[in-house]
């Protein structure tokens, strides 16, 4: 409705100012998302940069998810660090399994990666709880 | 048509065959890994599918654009034309040459090693180059498909770079700023690559009614705004449930997806002015365009039913999420790109026998998808019932009816490969009589001939 107004007021020829306020309003929530959508950032130490740069170069997550995105193929991974533990981690990350191919990785690479899940584990939960469903339809997630 | 731009055409089009071959086997792939993991791994197949359906959809966006800005300015083709068209092709040559060695490194969508977003950027900004010199020098008050075009150009190139922020360390000393960010473009890119295409339908259908005014009317541009502010918005619902803070989950959820509706009413609008002389004679165009509209409705549906998070929480993270993709590129993008490229190539002017293969190919086409995006569909609430309504936590446990049901998605998908094979093949056909400078190649018993010659004595 508020567009509609807005057009109504501005004719066609005022689309140039109308898209610049776009912009404006474009770079200003951008901003705001980047600066304050995590109010509690927790930085990653060397070992789980190391393993970020492994589970990108070997493209895990054509077939993993964080957070429900990413591939189908195998489980969600955001908490198998706390749900599964470090030994389960390695014993799959160093041989594969049928589907899951072996990645050859080094014994460095390896800890690395578990580094890595352990840090993504300490953002959150990936299952939304039934109460955090509000009555309107959104989440009330409180952050970890 | 220039030498250029043909070449782009047909490398356009061979990405949309490779995307659909690659997205065949890749199906096969995600059912049996043990098989495939000894060649052709699904951790190769899927980067291979997804980046040739992502440089399809912007190539044949560009395409549509570099040929129609020509009419629409008036303008010859430009050395940054050329200079894009080059540098775009090699780039993704060597991008898919990566692949095929297993060397990776970027993130979901662009996977390929980060270094060679670097040229996509320069090609694009050629692009722009080329666009924006050609609008300065014709006219001040141009109709809204200019604008949509400019749109998509700008925010292309503003979404990207946004993808690539994660480079700089800040960006990544925060997982789930991180993540809403990575999504943030993403979801965003999706609505830049819209405008431009929806700008090109909107294009040819004041082309087709002869009428300009569609792509001046209020609504349409009221309709226009509303796609660009959920381009900024709406990408909200890939990241419902981090538990990042709550504005953008609740700013999205409000603006939702309310672009799908421009879309549709400017095709209704269409659908009624349209004569009917003119529709026989684009018959192909309309068909396709037409059938972007059916598709529009189903994905819109789904679209809405996704942007509620009390219901995201049952297909978030399942395949319905890769219904809504598929439905979008495959149904609603490829099927416009699919008509301008022909309204281009002039496919309606093509001989009979061609013009009977397109028609079996469209069919194959609208009846494999429609069972593809059904199984997907079918798929994702069996998974999204029994991992949140029933708990399950075994993955395996939880993925067998799953996997059952994407037998019937895998098989359908060789259909629609076949069915697209059957068009691109024709649109080679007609790109190789405008090679032979006769792009008007009517056999003059074609019954649309006639009809369409009839009514242009009358």
Known sequence: MVFLLFCHLFPPYSVKKILLLTFLFFGCYSGIVYFFCDNKPDAPDTAAQRGWKVWQDKNCQSCHQFYGLGGYMGPDLTNVASQKGPNYMRGIIEHGTGKMPDFHLTKEEVNDVIAFLSWVDKSGQTQVPDSSVHWTGTYIISHK | ?458
């Open chain 2, 1 to 458: 048509m220039t030498k250029t731009l043909k070449f782009f055409t047909a490398f356009t089009l061979s990405l949309l065959l490779l995307t659909l071959f690659f997205g065949m086997i890749a199906a096969f792939a995600f059912l049996y890994p043990e098989f495939y993991n000894r060649y052709l791994p699904f951790y190769q197949l899927r980067p291979m599918h997804v980046s040739a359906a992502l440089f399809w959809i912007i190539s044949g966006a560009a395409t549509g654009l570099l040929f129609f800005k020509k009419n629409v300015f008036g303008t010859k083709e430009t050395k940054s034309e050329k200079a894009f068209v080059w540098i775009w092709v090699a780039t993704i040559l060597t991008i898919f040459g990566f692949y095929s060695l297993k060397k990776f490194g970027g993130r979901e969508y662009w996977e390929f090693p980060p270094f060679l977003c670097f040229p996509i950027f320069i090609a694009w900004i050629f692009l722009m180059y080329s666009f924006f010199s050609g609008w300065k020098k014709s006219f001040k008050n141009p109709p809204l498909y200019v604008w949509m075009w400019a749109t998509g150009l700008i925010f292309f190139l503003l979404t990207f770079t946004e993808q690539n922020l994660y480079q700089i360390p800040w960006f990544r000393q925060s997982f789930l700023r991180e993540m809403t960010i990575q999504w943030k473009s993403n979801g965003a890119m999706v609505g830049a690559w819209n405008q431009m295409i929806y700008g090109t339908s909107l294009y040819i259908m004041s082309r087709l009614l002869g009428d300009g005014s569609i792509a001046r009317s209020k609504k349409a541009y009221t309709f226009y705004f509303i796609g660009v502010v959920n381009l900024m918005i709406n990408w909200g619902h890939h990241v419902y449930n981090l538990p990042a803070t709550s504005f953008v989950r609740h700013l999205a959820y409000a603006v939702s997806m309310t672009e799908w509706i421009v879309f549709i009413a400017i095709c209704i609008d269409f659908k009624n002015k349209i004569s009917q002389a003119r529709k026989y004679r684009y018959l192909f165009t309309h068909r396709f365009i037409m059938h972007a509209e059916f598709w529009a409705y189903l994905n819109l549906g789904l679209a809405l039913m996704m942007s509620i998070p009390a219901i995201n929480r049952y297909t978030h993270g399942t395949h319905i999420t890769v219904a809504h993709a598929m439905g979008a590129t495959i149904g609603i993008n490829s099927m416009i790109l699919l008509g301008s490229l022909g309204y281009i190539l002039k496919i309606d002017r093509l001989p009979e026998r061609n013009r009977k293969l397109l028609n079996v190919g469209f069919l194959t086409v609208a009846i494999s998808l429609l069972v593809f995006w059904g199984a997907l569909v079918v798929a994702g609430l069996l998974k999204g019932y029994r991992e949140v309504w029933l708990g399950m936590t075994n993955f395996q446990q939880m993925m067998k009816p799953v996997l059952t049901t994407l037998h019937v998605f895998a098989f359908a998908g060789i259909f629609l490969f076949v069915g697209m094979f059957t068009i691109i093949w024709n649109y080679f056909v007609a790109i190789k009589y405008w090679k032979l400078g006769k792009p008007n190649m009517v056999e003059s018993t074609t019954k649309y001939h006639v009809k369409s010659t009839m009514m242009e004595v009358e």
